[in-house]
């Protein structure tokens, strides 16, 4: 009887430390919603529509912060053609905004260290939040955000062509 105790309260305590297991966080739909809270002229669902929200990583600065990234595009509404705002957004570790650079066609692709590489050179038009203007296709970020620099690197499929 003492042996069908001890089984039954191992039982219990582990399905019921399964139980109050936390689950992870969407770090997509937290940085989606700090956003809507905190980003100027983030789209409203009236006159401009978001249409992509794409978390792509994070970037870790030389002083060991983090910095999230996201790929925002919306469209304007009631348009003939598509015309759309293009973003590349940063968020700090507690997901709080910290500002956006706009493109056209050179999309982010993926994270590196405090790297963020671009599909060619950054192309669009500068933002009056943004930090400085920004050219070449890597943003470097190792000294924060708002030391934000930029450079082109002959990275294959991020260069912009197959010579690099």
């Known amino acids: 009887m003492l042996r069908l105790d001890i ?18 966080s969407d770090v997509r739909e937290t940085l989606l919603y700090s956003a809507r809270k905190s980003e100027p ?6 006159e401009l529509l978001l249409t992509h ?9 030389s002083q060991g912060e983090v910095i999230y990234v996201i790929d925002q ?3 304007i509404a009631g348009q003939l053609a598509p015309h759309g705002q293009n973003f590349i957004v940063f968020f700090d570790h507690h ?9 056209v066609q050179s999309r982010p692709l993926w994270c590196d260290g405090s790297r963020l590489y671009l599909w060619g050179d950054l192309d669009g038009f500068p933002q009056s939040d ?15 955000y708002g030391k934000i620099t930029s450079y082109h690197a002959h990275v294959y499929s991020s260069s912009g062509g197959l010579d690099d």
Do not use: W
């Open 53 to 61: 929200f794409s978390y792509l990583g994070h970037l870790v600065t």
């Open 130 to 144: 943004e930090p400085v203007h920004l050219t070449g296709n890597v943003i470097d970020v190792a000294g924060g």
């Open 7 to 24: 089984c039954l309260l191992m039982l219990i305590f582990t399905v019921g430390g399964c139980a109050v297991t936390p689950h992870a």
């Open 95 to 103: 997901f709080r905004y910290l500002g956006k650079i706009s493109y």
């Open 41 to 46: 002229n983030f789209p409203d669902g009236h």
């Open 73 to 75: 595009r919306g469209v």
